[in-house]
């Protein structure tokens, strides 16, 4: 099974990858959140944060639906020696799919379709070899809007299509909507990967009689909880967890401190990954509560160290959806 980790916005950024394939890995490929380009392509300061990750493993994702900004991005990306990107069309943001980006696009396929022709003529002429993926939805609004999307998809070169089998209007929440997978699997003329709700070794085995041809798949909020999720999957021996998520938290936490300074900032970062990996531990909840209330560094480390100390690892311990 070839595994992905999902890009999540807010938390899977630069540090946190790097530190994730130091003391976990198992991850086949790592997606970036996504980046906008902008008629100038990307900054500067995105430049430099995407030259620090490893070309091999790591892809950029971008934002946009103007063919001529992700071109531009494409050429940057080329230069820095990446030879893959993936587009989202996904995102079920209202700010951003208002603005027809996202899971937005899949609303103005005449655009979408007008995207691709003008992407794939001029793509190798500015980054040549260059793979572009997709990360999708199913549709927008119903499911009956998925095959003419796929339609689109498959009149281009897409190297590869990400399925997470959920509408815009269900963010991230409800039941899967395996038949529009299903039809996929059938109909798709590239190779896909499945993404969504694949929390643990015991829903995976469910998953795989569910999708038993499934032969890529991407983790997103249960690898945030449990970095050991891909090894598991695997079923590599983790090895003594705790020290590792110790080691791999510890990373996090001085590089994001290089970078940010001491701050709120700093504190709200680290709580939001606390927010998944709190599934991990009996009374992570409580735990977790009291590293939210930390008011500076030093709080902040005594709240995760009593955590560490005091909260044992659940022997099942994994992301749990609101509504699951
Ligand atoms: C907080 C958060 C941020 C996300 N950011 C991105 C993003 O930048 N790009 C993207 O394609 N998907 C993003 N996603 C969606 C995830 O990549 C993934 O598709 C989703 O979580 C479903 O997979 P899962 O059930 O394994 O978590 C985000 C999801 C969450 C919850």
């Given at each position: 099974m070839t595994l992905y980790f999902a890009p999540l916005e807010g938390l899977t950024g630069g540090v946190y990858r790097r530190a994730h394939a130091a003391v976990f890995g198992g991850v086949d490929k790592y997606f970036t959140p996504f980046y906008s380009p902008s008629s100038i392509g990307l900054s500067k300061k995105e430049m430099a944060e995407l030259d620090e990750d490893d070309r091999a493993i790591t892809i950029p994702q971008l934002l946009t639906k103007r063919a001529s900004d992700f071109l531009i991005a494409a050429a940057q990306l080329h230069a820095l020696g990446y030879r893959e990107i993936n587009l989202n069309c996904g995102c079920p943001s209202g700010t951003v799919s208002a603005k027809?980006?996202?899971?937005?696009?899949?609303?103005?396929l005449d655009e979408m379709r007008a995207f691709f022709e003008e992407l794939f003529d001029c793509l190798d002429g500015v980054a040549p070899g260059m793979c572009v993926s997709v990360k999708t939805r199913i549709g927008y609004g119903a499911e009956n809007e998925f095959p003419e999307i796929l339609d689109v998809y498959n009149t281009y070169p897409i190297s590869q299509l990400t399925i997470h089998p959920r509408l815009r209007q269900d963010f991230y929440r409800g039941?899967?909507?395996l038949r529009a997978y299903h039809y996929a699997e059938q109909y798709a003329a590239m190779p896909l990967c499945y993404n969504g709700d694949v929390f643990s070794a015991t829903n995976y085995s469910a998953f795989l009689e569910k999708v038993?041809?499934?032969?890529c798949i991407m983790l997103g909020r249960g690898a945030v909880a449990n970095p050991a999720l891909f090894l598991e999957l695997r079923g590599e021996n983790v090895g003594d967890k705790r020290a590792r998520l110790r080691e791999m938290h510890d990373r996090i936490l001085e590089e994001n401190r290089r970078r940010m300074g001491d701050g709120k900032s700093l504190l709200c970062r680290m709580a939001d990954l606390w927010n998944y990996q709190r599934?991990?531990?009996?009374n992570g909840e409580e735990a977790c509560r009291r590293i939210r209330r930390a008011a500076n560094l030093a709080e902040y480390r005594a709240a995760v160290a009593t955590l560490f100390r005091e909260c044992p690892l659940l022997p099942n311990g994994a992301y749990c959806s609101p509504d699951l």
């Open positions: 027809h980006k996202g899971a937005g696009f899949l609303l103005c039941s899967l909507r038993p041809k499934a032969s599934f991990l531990f009996e």
